[in-house]
Nanobody
Framework: QVQLVESGGGTVQPGGSLKLSCRVS????????VAWHRQAPGKEREFVAS???????DYSDSVKGRFTISRDNAKNTVYLQMNSLKPDDTGVYYC?????????WGQGTQVTASS
């Protein structure tokens, strides 16, 4: 059973930074990609960023230039560095490990940007 554990969420003022971690119980190269998504209250879950097995990184337009996805292969961990946080970035952040049509999800970590 693949397990993903997110950490690093919290509450910051607008303009602040947070770094999220997603630790995967298996070698991350067993998956086509690992991605971050978020869900704001009353809204659907949306894509934030992903990194594929070849190292290609993709971002949603709303976070491009502010968020950076990276990985530590030895630790089977994927990170999301979030800078210049806005109130609209508030939500529960989930990571997923993806292979073909299978998607494994973590439990999520809360991020709140509020004054």
């Amino acid at each position: 059973q693949v397990q993903l554990v997110e950490s690093g969420g919290g509450t910051v003022q607008p303009g602040g930074s947070l770094k999220l971690s997603c630790r995967v119980s298996e070698n991350i190269f067993n998956f086509n990609s690992v991605a971050w998504h978020r869900q704001a209250p009353g809204k659907e879950r949306e894509f934030v960023a992903s990194i594929n097995v070849g190292g290609r990184m993709d971002y949603s337009d709303s976070v491009k230039g502010r968020f950076t996805i990276s990985r530590d292969n030895a630790k089977n961990t994927v990170y999301l560095q979030m800078n210049s946080l806005k109130p609209d970035d508030t939500g529960v952040y989930y990571c997923s490990a993806n292979i073909l049509r299978r998607h494994y999800w973590g439990q999520g970590t809360q991020v709140t940007a509020s004054s």
